[in-house]
Every structure is written in C-alpha cells, then in structure tokens.
C-alpha cells in the first residue's frame, strides 16, 4: 500500500483517558509520534475545550474547561504498532473500539465534523461568559457611560449575552442593555 493512499485513509477516532489528565496524554501522544517512524500517520490530537471568562474575587479570570472530560480526538490512520504505543501510554484507557473485536471504531464523518465544529466554534468566538446572573439581582455597573450606578437586573438575555438593568438616572428609572462584562455584583 503506498504511502498516498494511507495518508486517504486517516480517519478521527476517540480515545478515553483518565478524567483530568487528557492535556498530559496529548502531550505524551505528539512525543511519541514526533520519534515513531510512521508517525505521519497521526496528523492531529484535539482535547475538546471551551474557554469562559469567569469573574473571580472581583476580577474577569479565563478558565478552560473540558468538554468531554476523559476524551481526546484523534486523526490517524492506525495500524497495530500506533495501537499499542498509543494505548501504552500512561493515564490512557484505550480506544472507542468494537466489543467484539476490540478493533477501533472510527467517527461517522458526519459525527466527526460536528464534534469538531464545535471545537472550531468555539474557538472562533473566543471567551464566553459564564457568569449566571438572574433577574431581581443588584449588580454595579463598571463600564462605560453609566460607571458607578448601580440597578436590579429586569431581563436576562443569555444568547446575546446581554442584561437588562434598570438604574435610576436624575431620580428616573432608565433601562441599559450591557453586556456581561460591563456589570459586577454587589454583595
């Protein structure tokens, strides 16, 4: 089989690993490829994650969290000898593989373009928000032209990541859309 046609057949793939430790198998994984002879047949290792900003102590902090926590997307086109070394590695459990056969099942191509547009979606909008504010909570504003007032939310809009608050302006209730990141809360 020449080298052309198994570079066709790389194929994504799930491997299962110890809740936690996927960052330190994914690196152990590009080590081992990096001294294989055939390690062109693993082209990519992908740790599902999504980045939100988190308000912590009073202050926006970026936190990684995993999607699929204890899995890790793997291209490769897998032979027996890749098999091996890569389940050898430690903290890794093995492969999504038949029941029967013990033989790696690889993703639907369909299954495959989802899981990774949603990796690919996530890193094209960058940090979310994660920050649950609710209806009837008092928050301060911190940008913007309305710094320093403070108001109750009246609305929650989480797909825009907006918030409606109604602050008192001259001793008149005005509502402001902002954004998350513009409000903190009062505690």
Not at 12 to 24: Q, Y
Not at 108 to 131: F, Q
């Amino acid at each position: 089989m020449s080298s052309d046609k198994k570079q066709l057949e790389k194929k994504w793939f799930v491997l299962r690993a110890i809740s936690g430790k996927e960052k330190k198998v994914k690196e152990y994984i590009e080590h081992e490829i990096a001294h294989m002879k055939d390690g062109d047949q693993v082209a990519q290792v992908v740790i599902p994650v999504e980045k939100k900003l988190q308000v912590r102590n009073g202050k926006k902090v970026v936190v990684e969290s995993n999607l699929m926590p204890g899995y890790i997307l793997i291209e490769a086109a897998l032979n027996p000898d890749i098999i091996t070394i890569i389940t050898s590695i430690p903290n890794v459990i093995d492969f999504l593989s038949d029941k029967k056969t013990g033989v790696p099942i690889p993703l639907r191509e369909h299954e495959a373009k989802k899981m990774l547009g949603v990796v690919d979606e996530i890193a094209e909008t960058g940090s979310s928000v994660a920050v649950p504010y609710m209806v009837g909570e008092t928050v301060k504003v911190t940008d913007g032209p309305f710094n320093e007032f403070t108001g109750v939310i009246e609305e929650v809009m989480e797909e825009k990541k907006k918030l409606r608050v109604m602050v008192k302006i001259f001793g008149r209730k005005t509502p402001l859309d902002l954004n998350y990141m513009q409000v903190e809360r009062i505690s």
